[in-house]
């Protein structure tokens, strides 16, 4: 089976010519910078390169160069979302066995690997493409990372904290995925191989609190048939994770604080107090200092729960993760519907990058999912979508690309971000790519 590097810092485009290959049974690694494609090229076994000719702080001929002098035997393919003959005429001078322009068709991808991978370079063995065969899903419970800045500082921030005993506050937006940081948490602790309790404070009545957190004994209050273990007790020697802690009655605040301070319990009913040892993670999607001010949430249980808060990003917040995580969920979508779905057309990827994502990660999951199950060829197209995609898109996302003045809203843009085009492109509301194509179109340097 033929493996093939793929270098693409386009992470949906990336994303979608790597499904493509995997369902034509070629085994794919990719790299979305030129140092990491340089690490694996040196660290995996790999029969082809297919590499994009723009790079970010990189030229993709130059680094084509760099290949053919260090592996001269390993083909290299070049792409292009600009059509450039000149380029492709100096790429193939340069040593490219061929050339593949953007948006790909199919069977162009599929015949120029043919050609390059069976014409032989120096000392190559001629390499036939391996017969179609079933590809093994991805589990479910991968761990998804994210390439973004904020992915990067949050992942920071779980490595940091998970191997101390430090009570962590959560704070983000609702659906932005703060139960699977709280999870990432006590997975990366010394705790991991006890329980990990997770309990939405709003959905507990406040007249119910103290039993569900700390148990009761059979008779204690009407409808007590039975002795009864809290979440207190069930996650001893692991973590408890309190989401919407914000929700909670001052009267169970009390309760929650003095069971935290003391590391003691008493069920609803009993006299007798149970040692507990855990470690408390909390969320909240509202500002506890301001309902501190407020009178809402006491002051000295704030404290207790906040020695280390860490910022859960909403999805608009981490741009360069969208079909990253698009990936992750087609591929849990395809496992739980027993679906073939290999990506997302282009009109979808276009669609998803310009949408706000009020509902963040959530939101993204059960879209997919059900898109996934209305989908009946190889990619999730536009009609699968729901409705509110376009309502939102109309109103809010497709200014930029109606304007009759896009090269002075990108020169605006640039001298507003100090020429940061990851920000240029942020406030342009398009992505990075389809700015670097823009920058080319009008000469701007």
């Known amino acids: 089976m033929s493996k093939i590097l793929l270098i693409e810092d386009d992470v949906s485009f990336c994303k979608l010519l790597e499904k493509f290959l995997v369902k034509k049974a070629f085994l794919v690694t990719t790299a979305f910078t030129a140092e990491d494609a340089k690490i694996k090229i040196n660290n995996e076994e790999i029969d082809l390169i297919i590499t994009d000719l723009r790079l970010p702080n990189y030229d993709g001929i130059e680094l084509m160069t760099e290949f053919k002098k260090s592996h001269p035997t390993i083909p290299v393919v070049l792409m292009t979302g600009y059509s450039d003959v000149n380029s492709a005429v100096k790429a193939i001078k340069k040593g490219a066995s061929d050339y593949i322009s953007k948006p790909f068709n199919p069977e162009e991808v599929l015949l120029v690997i043919s050609s390059a991978l069976q014409t032989p370079t120096e000392n190559t063995p001629k390499i036939v493409i391996p017969k179609n065969k079933k590809n093994n899903v991805l589990s479910g419970n991968k761990f998804v990372s994210g390439i973004s800045s904020a992915s990067k500082k949050l992942a920071e921030y779980i490595e940091l904290v998970s191997p101390t005993n430090m009570s962590v506050l959560i704070i983000g937006e609702s659906g932005t995925g703060k139960e699977v940081i709280a999870k990432s948490i006590h997975q990366q602790s010394s705790r991991k191989?006890?329980?990990?309790?997770?309990?939405?404070?709003?959905?507990?009545?406040?007249?119910?609190?103290?039993?569900?957190?700390?148990?009761?004994?059979?008779?204690?209050?009407?409808?007590?048939?039975?002795?009864?273990?809290?979440?207190?007790?069930a996650a001893n020697g692991g973590t408890i994770f309190l989401d919407e802690i914000g929700n909670l009655s001052y009267e169970n605040q009390i309760q929650l604080l003095r069971a935290l301070q003391e590391r003691k319990i008493k069920p609803v009913g009993s006299n007798k107090e149970i040692d507990v040892d855990i470690r408390i993670i909390t969320a909240t999607n509202e500002d506890l200092r301001e309902a501190v001010k407020n009178g809402d949430f006491r002051e000295d249980l704030y404290h207790r729960i906040?020695?280390?808060s860490i910022h859960s990003p909403s999805l608009i917040d981490r741009e360069e993760d969208l079909m990253i995580f698009s990936d992750f969920f087609l591929e849990k979508a395809n496992q739980e519907l027993n679906k073939k779905v290999i990506g997302f057309s282009p009109e979808v990827v276009t669609i998803?990058?310009?949408?706000?994502?009020?509902?963040?990660?959530?939101?993204?999951?059960?879209?997919?999912?059900r898109a996934t199950l209305l989908s009946q060829g190889d990619f999730i197209e536009k009609i699968a979508l729901p409705v509110e995609f376009f309502q939102n898109s109309d109103n809010e996302t497709n200014d930029f690309s109606l304007s009759q003045n896009e090269k002075e809203a990108i020169l605006d843009a640039l001298k507003q971000t100090k020429n940061n085009k990851s920000e240029a492109a942020r406030l342009l509301k398009i992505n990075r790519k389809t700015l670097y194509n823009k920058l080319k179109l009008y000469n701007i340097d």
């Not at 004994?217 to 009407?222: D, M, N, R």
């Not at 998803?352 to 999912?369: A, C, D, H, T, V």
């Open 193 to 233: 191989d006890n329980n990990f309790i997770a309990v939405d404070c709003g959905a507990i009545p406040k007249e119910l609190a103290a039993s569900e957190f700390f148990g009761h004994i059979k008779g204690s209050f009407t409808g007590a048939i039975g002795d009864k273990i809290g979440y207190f007790q």
């Open 352 to 369: 998803f990058q310009n949408y706000r994502w009020p509902g963040n990660l959530r939101e993204l999951q059960n879209s997919i999912k």
């Open 306 to 308: 906040n020695e280390f």
